[in-house]
């Protein structure tokens, strides 16, 4: 009860209930996890039954223009799939790939950060120069590079079916340095507080004093950083699918969606690009916002008190 009335009065809620933008995105981006997650339960067809797909219905216009079908609310993509359902399964893929490969930038650059941070020397000369490295080459190159070696190794079927866990490893690993320099950035700070010098003297080893003392006074930017990474994530997962080094078109994302509309928007069949894009741009947007929102409150620079 007693923390429960102290998160009633703290200024965290106090800012989050009068900001209107804060409100509506995180509105928004629970429907959205919610119709995402539970895509199973809310599509009305399962893109994944090729027993009710019919390739004459293929680039369906939505209901509400000429030619549209009532079974299919945004129309069909051109394999005769019903794209809100297609959608719905493919949101849920690009959140899952998402947050797992922001479960591994953060583990492996919150280890390495803390390491870094309070080791000092050269292992933080050498951690610091492994995220220079890292850095200089972009999500698009890790990706394009493992995903050669993968598919001359083990096939392009067994890289379809391993396209999911193959994203969040190429991901996490190509992102982990931005958590890597913010959690040394924090541990560089907390290491010389007087709590810290205390845990020394009292005589708890390096790994407690990291872990149980240092790392929970550094989640503040942690919390900022993860949430603009899962929107990164989820918009370097988009643009590998569009580039054909992500989903298959059998196991469909948002970017592998507007990746196969792509060629029909300018024959007509604008709506199997237009829908996904729109819902990837909201997806993102309301990520970002709420982002932007935990950094500024987070800040206690700003903090009007």
């Known amino acids: 009860m007693g923390r429960l009335k102290k998160f009633k009065d703290s200024y965290f809620l106090y800012s989050f209930l009068h900001d209107r933008m804060a409100i509506a995105s995180l509105v928004i981006l629970l429907v959205l996890l919610i119709m995402g997650l539970g895509a199973p339960v809310f599509a009305p067809h399962n893109p994944y039954d090729t027993t009710t797909i019919d390739i004459m219905d293929a680039e369906t216009p939505p209901v509400w223009l000429d030619g549209g079908n009532a079974n299919y609310i945004l129309g069909t993509d051109n394999q005769g799939r019903d794209l809100f359902s297609t959608m719905l399964y493919g949101m849920r893929i690009s959140i899952l790939i998402g947050i797992g490969a922001v479960c591994m930038q953060a583990f492996l650059g919150i280890v390495l950060g803390l390491l870094a941070g309070y080791c000092g020397n050269k292992i933080e000369s050498f951690l610091m120069r492994l995220a220079d490295v890292q850095l200089s080459f972009s999500t ?26 193959f994203l969040i490893v190429v991901i996490g690993l190509a992102e982990w340095p931005q958590y890597a320099r913010t959690v040394r950035a924090s541990v560089l700070a907390e290491k010389k507080k007087e709590y810290v010098e205390a845990a020394r003297v009292i005589g708890f080893s390096p790994q407690r004093i990291m872990w149980r003392h240092i790392l929970p006074n550094s989640l503040s930017p942690i919390l900022v950083i993860s949430t603009v990474q899962v929107a990164n994530a989820v918009m370097s997962e988009a643009a590998l699918s569009f580039l054909g080094l992500g989903m298959p078109v059998t196991k469909p994302s948002l970017g ?32 970002n916002l709420l982002g932007d929102w935990l950094r500024d409150v987070l800040n206690p620079k700003l903090y009007k008190g």
């Not at 698009?140 to 866990?165: C, D, H």
């Open 256 to 287: 592998s969606l507007i990746n196969s509309g792509f060629e029909y928007i300018f024959s007509g069949s604008w709506w199997i690009t237009l829908f996904p894009g729109f819902l990837l741009v909201l997806l993102i947007l309301v990520i």
């Open 140 to 165: 698009m190159m890790v990706a394009i590079f493992l995903s050669a070696i993968f598919q001359t190794a083990f096939g392009v079927a067994r890289f379809e079916e391993m396209a999911v866990p």
